[in-house]
């Protein structure tokens, strides 16, 4: 994590969030000594991370229940699925190394701006990866591939198809019906129809086809986990 303490681009990198969740984390530890409790308290301490730098609590659950659908429509196992849908939930902490406030802004993002924000898949990676169970180092895949697009045209290492991971391939499109069905600054919220035209249309190129069939076969399920998850 230490090299983000030293990284200075417009003060949009927030290196002093990395080092309050490294504290967390550590005094979790140091709490709990059974595993199985201290790797459920790192997850809520990851999950509590995310809200309190903006992140919609809501999104987070339809997110990892619409991730668990999918994985379960593609007949992926039970154990799997329970695993796909915890680390669904903390995939995106490397946001919290980005100021919370060029999420809140109403006008597109610069360029320059842009580049920066990309810092978060690997920043994600580099803080999941480190804590040394399974979910976790799902949750890290996720966070490094989750951008990556199914045609190669995403980021941050322009993977395609199979080179991406499943878990990620997933992710990425549960994260994309949530976010759309969310209001965010500049954008309201879509219908779900809108939503399901959106995917459909991007299917072969940023989504795996065979993951956005699954959705479209699965598409009154993941509206009922929407409506349930919604303020």
């Not at 000594?33 to 790797?39: D, F, L, M, R, V």
């Not at 169970?133 to 980021?155: M, N, P, Q, R």
């Amino acid at each position: 994590m230490n090299k983000y303490m030293h990284m200075d681009q417009s003060n949009i990198i927030k290196p002093e969030n990395m080092k309050l969740l490294e504290l967390k984390i550590d005094q979790i530890r140091n709490t709990y000594t059974e595993k199985t409790e201290q790797e459920d308290k790192i997850i809520e301490a990851l999950v509590a991370m995310l809200i309190s730098h903006g992140k919609d609590k809501n999104q987070i659950h339809q997110i990892a229940q619409i991730s668990r659908v999918l994985g379960e429509a593609l007949c992926l196992g039970n154990r799997y699925c329970n695993r796909l849908e915890y680390a669904a939930r903390i995939y995106d902490i490397g946001n919290i190394i980005i100021d919370k406030e060029i999420y809140r802004k109403d006008e597109k993002l610069s360029f320059e701006e842009f580049e920066i924000v990309k810092h978060h898949t690997r920043a994600g990676y580099d803080i999941l990866i480190t804590q040394n169970f399974v979910t976790a180092d799902l949750s890290a895949i996720i966070s490094a591939e989750h951008h990556e697009w199914w045609d190669g045209g995403g980021y941050p290492r322009r993977r395609k198809k199979t080179e991406i991971n499943i878990a990620s391939r997933i992710v990425a499109i549960a994260d994309t019906i949530a976010a759309l069905y969310n209001r965010r600054p500049g954008r309201a919220v879509w219908s779900y129809p809108m939503i399901l035209e959106y995917i459909k249309l991007r299917s072969g190129t940023q989504f795996d086809p065979e993951i956005v069939k699954a959705f479209l076969n699965n598409r009154k399920r993941i509206e009922e986990v929407l409506s349930t998850n919604k303020k």
